[in-house]
């Protein structure tokens, strides 16, 4: 009898435990709010995708697409095997090969010149070294498209136009890289310093085997971010290549719709929207798989 009032106590204070999960309104509204920002960036992108499956044709007349045709391949194909131009001589690979060295060459110099820029700045006693971090740093209000006329007339000047040094070299110069490895260097505790120190460990090897190792987290941060934007890059490749060997994808996407610009011929929307697509794939799949070293680079430097 007693076995039956504690199997009886013990299904009534369950029954009571077990009570139903109250809805939690503000996590359901800020996961509303989250999808509703990934589709409102996502459509575009598929409505471009799903435009890159159909002719220039109907596309002309009827503008964007939702739904899929019958021209994927052939858009793909054309948009990276077929020459085009004024003089025919490159095609999507072409440009893709000068976009990636564009992105590679401005993510790795940014890297190495923020990097040995703040090394100065934190372990080297500079009597000024405070006063040269902030103009560095003022240098943010001074983006390429203030400076872009004497930054075209030194490169004029050097003779690098249509040249990758021309494309690269002008936009190494970094604050931001400067600023997030000061920050970074400046968490690094003193104790590890003097313990190179004593074995013997000079500035170079110092800054080589033991920065460097430490920096590998930022130092993909800082890759991820200076890679998308020397890729996305417009204006000054514009500027400084004639060349149609030299043109990187964004360029090249323009060179087609400039077609309708100069009334010649309907430009051909597929293969743009084509050569959209294949632009947007690095930068994102180098975020997709390269986020959680963003991150944790990033929360690294607030220290």
């Known amino acids: 009898m007693a076995d039956i009032t504690d199997t009886n106590v013990h299904t009534t204070t369950s029954a009571t435990t077990r009570r139903p999960k109250r809805i939690r309104w503000d996590h359901i509204g800020d996961h509303a709010v989250l999808i509703a920002g990934a ?12 435009t890159s499956s159909w002719d220039a044709i109907t ?44 992105g590679l060459g401005f993510a790795i110099g940014k890297i190495i010149v923020g990097m040995m820029a703040a090394y100065a700045i934190v372990y080297f006693r500079l009597k000024f070294a405070t006063l040269a971090f902030w103009m560095i740093f003022t240098t943010l209000l001074l ?88 890729w996305n890059q417009y204006l000054w490749p514009t500027l400084i290549t004639t060349d149609e060997s030299l043109f990187t994808l964004v360029r090249g996407i323009r060179q087609i719709v ?8 309907t430009p051909d929307y597929g293969q743009a929207a084509a050569l959209a697509i294949i632009a947007m794939t690095p930068p994102v799949l180098i975020v997709v798989f390269f986020q959680n070293w963003f991150v944790k680079g990033l929360t690294e430097s607030d220290k």
């Open 39 to 50: 589709l409102l960036m996502l459509v575009p992108v598929y409505m471009v995708f799903a």
């Open 59 to 102: 596309v002309h007349r009827e503008g964007m697409q939702f739904g899929f045709g019958d021209q994927l391949v052939e858009n793909y194909n054309a948009a990276l095997l077929e020459y085009g131009g004024f003089t025919d001589s490159v095609n999507g690979l072409t440009m893709l090969g000068n976009s990636l060295i564009l």
């Open 143 to 230: 983006p390429l498209e203030v400076r872009i006329l004497p930054s075209y007339e030194v490169i004029s000047w050097m003779n690098l136009g249509n040249t990758y040094t021309g494309l690269i070299v002008p936009l190494i110069a970094s604050a931001t890289a400067t600023f997030f490895f000061r920050q970074f260097f400046r968490s690094i505790p003193e104790e590890l310093i003097e313990a190179a120190r004593i074995d013997g460990a000079g500035p170079v090897k110092f800054f080589i085997d033991i920065l460097v190792p430490l920096s590998k987290t930022m130092i993909a941060a800082m890759f991820i971010i200076m890679f998308v934007f020397g």
């Open 258 to 265: 400039q077609s309708y610009a100069d009334g010649s011929e």
